[in-house]
């Protein structure tokens, strides 16, 4: 089985990959079981505050986060084709549709 890539939502995910750390690397700086690491990774668990005092020196060396620019406005939707004329009738492909239309509402 291939491993599992971090999730990047997470701070520690993050901490991990931009430092090039495995999961039992982290768990051993934050003096944890790497199974116990693995909730904390996942957000099923939340750090206690001597766990993240251990964590200030990465978060401080991480660089400055950085809003992605706002991308292009999408252009607008193309506007929808004007509707048939009445009295054209449906198209070919719609009969066995309409037929079934007027069965079911006999």
């Not at 990774?41 to 060396?61: C, F, N, Q």
């Not at 509707?83 to 719609?94: L, V």
Request: proline share 22%; glycine share 6%.
């Amino acid at each position: 089985m291939g491993r599992t890539p971090p999730r990047a939502d997470t701070l520690l995910a993050e901490i991990r990959a931009y430092f090039g750390l495995l999961q039992w690397e982290l768990a051993g700086l934050l003096l944890l079981d790497a199974a116990v690491y693995r909730e904390y990774e996942a957000d099923r668990r939340r750090l206690g505050p001597t766990r993240t005092l251990r964590l200030l020196p990465l978060l401080a060396a991480l660089p400055p986060y950085v809003p992605p620019p706002p991308g292009p406005h999408p252009a607008p939707p193309e506007p929808l084709p004007d509707p048939p004329p009445p009295g054209t009738g449906p198209a070919p492909a719609s009969a066995p549709l309409t037929d079934r239309l007027d069965h079911c509402r006999r």
